[in-house]
């Protein structure tokens, strides 16, 4: 039970694009994308902004969109403003009823 | 409305035991799985255990496998965790979640959390 690995930050100029990757194994990541993401405010609590890898819960901005390639999945957050400065959570789904998180990933918008 | 409220954290010592609950509401408790994640400081987060809705079996991290145990009471619509055998490594926010009807949606609803803190 890994984490899988995202990068620890990264950061970006409002309007600007991020990509967020999270990497894991065949036994974590496997054929299906069963990714989901999560903002987090430090003292908040997490909420979903991405799942089953590119869907968007109700009221998510489309400036949120997820991709998986191989056993990397990313989250890209387009027209980056304030607000999006966050850490970012992947997690997937592995088997009946187990999960895992990847290390998060602190974004900064300068 | 979905409402999820931990209870139940605080300071123990090492070796000790304490109970958190997580009292659910704006949904029909018995038809969702439910989970908990803890994040320890200056740390993410992890998964830590979940019930199922279909045939009620719990899942454990194996870094709490053997010293938490999950349950909960349907008639109170309240989700519990055990913990026992406490550990400084296990000092960290517990967040209970509900978890989607498909499970690799993942968790759509989260409380604010509850502190453990354990300490020698």
């Known amino acids: 039970q890994s984490a899988l690995t995202q990068p620890a930050s990264v950061s970006g100029s409002p309007g600007q694009s991020i990509t967020i990757s999270c990497t894991g194994t065949n036994n974590d990541m496997g054929t299906y994308n069963l990714v989901s993401w999560y903002q987090h405010y430090p003292g908040k609590a997490p909420k979903r902004v991405i799942y089953e890898g590119n869907k968007r819960p109700s009221g998510i901005s489309n400036r949120f969109s997820g991709s998986k390639s191989g056993n990397t999945a990313s989250l890209t957050i387009s027209g980056l403003q304030v607000e999006d400065e966050a850490d970012y959570y992947c997690?997937?789904?592995?088997?009946?009823?187990?999960?895992?998180f990847g290390g998060g990933t602190k974004l900064t918008v300068l | 409305e979905v409402q999820l409220l931990e209870s139940g954290g605080g300071l123990v010592q090492t070796g000790g035991s304490l109970r958190l609950s997580c009292a659910a509401s704006?949904?029909?408790?018995?038809?969702?799985?439910m989970t908990w994640v803890r994040q320890a400081p200056g740390k993410g987060l992890e998964w830590v255990s979940t019930?199922?809705?279909?045939?009620?079996?719990?899942h454990y991290a194996d870094s709490v496998k053997g010293r938490f145990t999950i349950s909960s009471d349907s008639s109170k619509n309240t989700l519990f965790l055990h913990m026992s055998n406490l550990r400084t490594e296990d000092t960290a926010v517990y967040y209970c979640?509900?978890?989607?009807?498909?499970?690799?949606?993942?968790?759509?609803?989260w409380g604010q959390g509850t502190r453990v803190t354990v300490s020698s």
């Open positions: 979640a509900k978890t989607a009807m498909v499970y690799a949606r993942g968790f759509d609803y």
């Open positions: 704006g949904f029909t408790f018995t038809n969702y799985a």
């Open positions: 997690c997937s789904y592995v088997s009946s009823g187990t999960w895992v």
């Open positions: 019930l199922t809705n279909i045939d009620g079996s719990p």
